[in-house]
């Protein structure tokens, strides 16, 4: 039986930011075409919810759970199972988040 979903375990680190952030990212993924929508366990340690488009390598969306803005603007590179995508700190500072993920389709 083919269906949507994906389990990905991914890692990161946080370039440019001062905070202390949870590095191990576990995800649930539905891709249905070019839509892509899921749940993890995000860098402040909260869920997040997002729900994009894949155009290529790159993911567009948003996403919710981060401190900084209830809804956020998600945009994220992937390529082989790496990704880097930009990252907001409150108070202003800016920087990236990189990483690996590994992806089992069930």
Do not use: Q
């Not at 905070?19 to 995000?42: F, L, Q």
């Not at 997002?50 to 590179?77: C, D, F, H, Q």
């Amino acid at each position: 039986m083919n269906t949507c979903l994906s389990i990905i375990l991914a890692v990161s680190s946080h370039i440019g930011l001062a905070g202390d952030y949870n590095e191990v990212h576990p995800s649930v993924r539905c891709t249905v075409g070019n839509t892509i929508y899921g749940v993890y366990y995000n860098s402040e340690s909260n869920e997040s919810v997002y729900v994009g488009k894949k155009y290529g390598n790159w993911e567009i969306g948003l996403v919710s759970g981060y401190t900084s803005m209830p809804i956020a603007p998600m945009i994220r590179y992937t390529n082989n199972g790496f990704f880097i995508t930009p990252a907001y700190e409150t108070g202003g500072k800016y920087g990236v988040a990189v990483g690996y993920e590994i992806s089992f389709d069930i």
